[in-house]
């Protein structure tokens, strides 16, 4: 959703990283421009209490989809049309994983007023996540007309949010309008919906990682000095992946490689080992290493690195390992999956 141009030297690089939906570099977040008045809270309902009929998820399972999975069951395009005055037609653009794993669902409309992404995740996935602060300005109060602008509501036990991308006659106050509208069509048709109440396990999810740890470990396993930095977003991501993200505990960590041009990054979700591996192609590779599952990620293109994707039975973590370092790409994968396994000890 939220597209700019890169630099050609960047796309080997972020093709991977959109699997997890946000490029990162260590140490850098999301812009946050000056503060506004805010338009929608950013709070997130808690956990429910268990109840004996609640849907029963394991923590490495996929749970139930809201409107299962359909968007014009969420909210139909001739209603996004009425609401923002130009026709629009659905785009197949695709769902984060992130996103997916919460239960929830995001969809995507274009016509000539320009292009709108529509989320919704069930507030009990979100547990006590809240939109981080420091991002709702950028997200929710400023409006840039020649870029984006953004809503967030929640209500009737949905998380919502709407983003308008360099759509005609976007203002702060027309996107309040037009976000309200589409945000209650779609919380009235969920409230009247038979989505499951379910719990998850989430005894076994990862935390969020100590990137600087995890480096002193795969340095004990390779023998060498292995440094960790924690990487932020680069260029925003659509807002459901922001707090879907942090939902998931999702970690990226880079650990700069000996003479290689690229540096090991290990991208982490919680709850994620539904999507391992992320396609049929992608080949499974014995890693030596008794409970982590891995595949080389066979859509991933490089001359100078490889992806691969591991799982513990509950977690996952996305490796981008560099091939020409003084450290072999085996290697590397084998420490990685030897950490994985004592639980990033």
Not at 49 to 72: N, R, W
Request: overall charge negative; glycine content about 12%.
């Amino acid at each position: 959703m939220f597209r700019r141009h890169r630099p050609a030297a960047l796309l080997v690089v972020l093709v991977a990283t959109a699997m997890v939906a946000g490029c990162t570099v260590p140490g850098q977040s999301s812009p946050s421009p000056s503060t506004g008045s805010p338009t929608a809270t950013a709070t997130a309902s808690a956990t429910p209490t268990p109840t004996p009929d609640a849907l029963s998820v394991a923590g490495g399972a996929k749970p139930p989809t809201v409107f299962d999975g359909d968007c014009e069951g969420m909210i139909a395009p001739a209603t996004v049309a009425d609401i923002v005055g130009f026709p629009v037609t659905s785009q197949d653009t695709g769902m984060a994983t992130v996103v997916a794993n919460l239960g929830g669902l995001s969809c995507t409309w274009e016509g000539d007023g320009g292009i709108i992404r529509a989320a919704a995740i069930p507030s009990s996935a979100l547990g006590n996540t809240e939109f981080p602060s420091d991002q709702i300005p950028y997200y929710f109060e400023e409006c840039d007309p020649g870029w984006v602008c953004g809503w967030m509501g929640e209500g009737q036990g949905l998380w919502t949010a709407v983003s308008y991308q360099l759509w005609t006659g976007m203002t702060r106050q027309a996107v309040d309008g037009w976000g309200a509208e589409m945000g209650a069509v779609i919380t009235s048709g969920f409230a009247s919906s038979n989505y499951p109440v379910w719990e998850r396990d989430e005894a076994d999810w990862w935390p969020v990682l100590d990137c600087a740890r995890v480096g002193d470990s795969l340095g004990a396993e390779l023998g060498a000095d292995v440094t960790g930095e924690t990487g932020g977003f680069v260029d925003p991501p659509s807002p459901e992946v922001v707090i879907a993200s942090k939902a998931a505990r999702a970690s990226h960590c880079y650990f700069p490689v000996i003479a290689a041009q690229l540096p090991l990054e290990l991208f982490t979700a919680a709850g994620e080992a539904w999507a391992v591996p992320s396609s049929a192609e992608d080949q499974a590779v014995d890693t030596g290493v008794a409970g982590i599952a891995a595949y080389r990620v066979e859509g991933y293109e490089s001359t100078i690195s490889a992806g691969f994707s591991l799982t513990d039975g509950v977690n996952s973590v996305t490796a981008y390992i560099p091939t020409d370092g003084a450290v072999s790409a085996e290697e590397m994968l084998r420490a990685v999956a030897v950490v994985v396994a004592d639980g990033w000890r």
